[in-house]
Nanobody
Framework: QVQLVESGGGLVQAGGSLRLSCAAS????????MGWFRQAAGKERDFVAV???????YYSDSVKGRFTISRDGAKNTVSLQMNSLKPEDTAVYYC?????????????????WGQGTQVTVSS
């Protein structure tokens, strides 16, 4: 059974920082690309960032320059460093893994999902 577990969410003031982590178990994820998505209350689940197993990174325009995704394949972990946080970043953040060759921003491309961690950014 594959399991992804997010951690690191919490409450932070606008302009602050948080670092989210995702720990994977059940299989080796070295050859998967790992992504982060977020879902605000009453909204659709939106793409945030992804790192391909080759090292390629891609970010949504809304977080580009503020967020950084990284992975430690040996430890089967992926992190999301979030800086200069804004109230509109408030959402439940999910990590996800995909075995597809091409990098994707579409939730349907990801086979495995964590349970999410709440990030709240106050004004």
């Amino acid at each position: 059974q594959v399991q992804l577990v997010e951690s690191g969410g919490g409450l932070v003031q606008a302009g602050g920082s948080l670092r989210l982590s995702c720990a994977a178990s059940g299989r080796t994820f070295d050859n998967y690309h790992m992504g982060w998505f977020r879902q605000a209350a009453g909204k659709e689940r939106d793409f945030v960032a992804v790192t391909h197993w080759s090292g390629t990174e891609y970010y949504s325009d809304s977080v580009k320059g503020r967020f950084t995704i990284s992975r430690d394949g040996a430890k089967n972990t992926v992190s999301l460093q979030m800086n200069s946080l804004k109230p509109e970043d408030t959402a439940v953040y999910y990590c996800a893994a995909s075995r597809r060759i091409a990098i994707s921003t579409t939730p349907s491309a990801y086979e495995y999902w964590g349970q999410g961690t709440q990030v709240t950014v106050s004004s």
